[in-house]
């Protein structure tokens, strides 16, 4: 259908002196643009930048009055309300020197509600995505700093295992940084009301979608690894793996990671799965103000090899001189129950 209407607009390019073409993503190698190939391009113009945000520089001279309503509203200076707005909605970069632009439906929408929200975000729901992430058994960790080259991010192919282009096309990734002697982007979320956004959206489709307070609750979870509470956290976990449907999952350490990476992603730690040191890659680290979690999973292994291997590697040293106390922990999934099969603890 798409074709037959771009063919006809070229067949009347005579008659018309200006046409802008927007919409969510792009359509490659599948003949669609065939008869519409006179297109220019600015999706990645450095002239063009500035067409579809709102700058810091245009933020604070037009709408000063708005963002002193808001801040007299939530009870902060206006630099504290101005800070809030640039984690929640600042930094999409549409070219790889361009300045972060906020988000104008996100930003107006506060000012009209005088509160900070996920306005954009919820205005659709990335299903879609979800089930291109699910279908090729993504590693979800990569895609919050994934690399690729300006191919990749210009075209979608239909037969494409690579879900990447379509996710960033349609603003849930965008450019955090640029190699210009290999000619590659690396993306990642723009922003918070982004990235927690498209977090708690993936979590009922990678856990059981039902009861998702009980057993397993995010707010006392979070309680537990703030207080140091390693064994009642580590059952929360296990109730959670116990609760998630068969049809679910399909490599089932990719499985794995991507929950414990989800959940500890929504509790806005640092974290960083497959964690690089000079002896190997920690599985997981997790930090909070108190205590420094090191974490190494096994699959059908035992959590005596885990912890072992955490010892021997030295995973806990790069945090030896941190205040901060350190606990490793070793976890063995079971691939016949589906679950945790046992965990040992070691602290300093």
Same mark, same amino acid.
């Given at each position: 259908?798409?074709?037959?209407?771009?063919?006809?607009?070229?067949?009347?390019?005579? @008659?018309?002196?200006?046409?802008?073409? +927007?919409?969510? +993503?792009? %359509?490659?190698?599948?003949?669609?643009?065939?008869? %519409?190939?006179?297109?220019? /391009?600015?999706?990645?113009?450095?002239?063009?930048?500035?067409? @579809?945000?709102?700058?810091?520089?245009?933020?604070?001279?037009?709408?000063?009055?708005?963002?002193?309503?808001?801040?007299?509203?939530?009870?902060? *200076?206006?630099?504290?309300?101005?800070?809030?707005?640039?984690?929640?909605? /600042?930094?999409?970069?549409?070219?790889?020197?361009?300045?972060?632009?906020?988000?104008?439906?996100?930003?107006?929408?506060?000012?009209?509600?005088?509160?900070?929200?996920?306005?954009?975000?919820?205005?659709?729901?990335? +299903?879609?995505?979800?089930?291109?992430?699910? $279908?090729?058994?993504?590693?979800?960790?990569?895609?919050?700093?994934?690399?690729?080259?300006?191919?990749?991010?210009?075209?979608?192919?239909?037969?494409?295992?690579?879900?990447?282009?379509?996710?960033?096309?349609?603003?849930?990734?965008?450019? @955090?940084?640029?190699?210009?002697?290999?000619?590659?982007?690396?993306?990642?979320?723009?922003?918070?009301?982004?990235?927690?956004?498209? *977090? $708690?959206?993936?979590? =009922?489709?990678?856990? @059981? =979608?039902?009861?998702?307070?009980?057993?397993?609750?995010?707010?006392?979870?979070?309680?537990?690894?703030?207080?140091?509470? *390693?064994?009642?956290?580590?059952?929360?976990?296990?109730?959670?793996?116990?609760?998630?449907?068969?049809?679910?999952?399909?490599?089932?350490?990719?499985?794995?990671?991507?929950?414990?990476? %989800?959940?500890? $992603?929504?509790?806005?730690?640092? *974290?960083?799965?497959?964690?690089? +040191?000079?002896?190997?890659?920690?599985?997981?680290?997790?930090?909070?103000?108190?205590?420094?979690?090191?974490?190494?999973? $096994?699959?059908?292994?035992?959590?005596?090899?885990?912890?072992?291997?955490?010892?021997?590697?030295?995973?806990?040293? =790069?945090?030896?001189?941190?205040?901060?106390?350190?606990?490793?922990?070793?976890?063995?999934?079971?691939?016949?129950?589906?679950?945790?099969?046992?965990? %040992?603890?070691?602290?300093?």
């Amino acid at each position: 259908m798409l074709k037959g209407f771009y063919g006809a607009l070229k067949s009347m390019d005579g @008659c018309i002196r200006f046409v802008m073409l +927007t919409g969510v +993503t792009k %359509l490659g190698k599948v003949s669609v643009f065939s008869d %519409l190939n006179n297109l220019h /391009d600015i999706s990645m113009s450095r002239q063009y930048y500035d067409i @579809c945000g709102i700058t810091q520089e245009e933020l604070e001279s037009e709408f000063d009055t708005e963002i002193n309503a808001l801040a007299a509203a939530l009870g902060l *200076t206006w630099k504290e309300c101005l800070n809030v707005m640039r984690r929640r909605y /600042d930094g999409y970069h549409f070219e790889e020197s361009s300045p972060g632009m906020f988000n104008p439906f996100s930003v107006l929408n506060t000012f009209a509600e005088l509160k900070f929200g996920s306005y954009w975000f919820e205005t659709g729901t990335p +299903t879609y995505l979800v089930q291109l992430l699910q $279908k090729y058994d993504y590693n979800l960790e990569e895609m919050s700093r994934v690399e690729c080259d300006s191919d990749t991010l210009n075209s979608i192919d239909s037969e494409s295992s690579n879900p990447i282009p379509i996710i960033y096309q349609s603003g849930y990734l965008t450019i @955090c940084d640029y190699d210009p002697q290999f000619r590659t982007y690396t993306l990642g979320f723009p922003n918070e009301e982004v990235g927690e956004g498209f *977090t $708690k959206f993936l979590m =009922p489709f990678y856990t @059981c =979608p039902k009861d998702r307070i009980q057993p397993f609750n995010i707010a006392n979870f979070v309680r537990d690894v703030e207080s140091g509470e *390693t064994e009642r956290f580590l059952t929360r976990l296990r109730s959670l793996f116990s609760d998630t449907p068969y049809e679910l999952i399909q490599n089932l350490e990719n499985h794995y990671r991507n929950v414990v990476w %989800l959940l500890f $992603k929504l509790m806005d730690f640092y *974290t960083q799965a497959e964690y690089h +040191t000079s002896q190997g890659r920690i599985d997981l680290v997790v930090c909070t103000p108190k205590y420094c979690y090191v974490t190494e999973f $096994k699959l059908d292994g035992t959590a005596e090899e885990a912890i072992a291997q955490i010892q021997d590697r030295n995973y806990a040293l =790069p945090f030896a001189i941190d205040d901060r106390q350190v606990v490793r922990i070793g976890i063995n999934f079971d691939r016949a129950t589906r679950n945790i099969d046992k965990t %040992l603890v070691a602290s300093d």
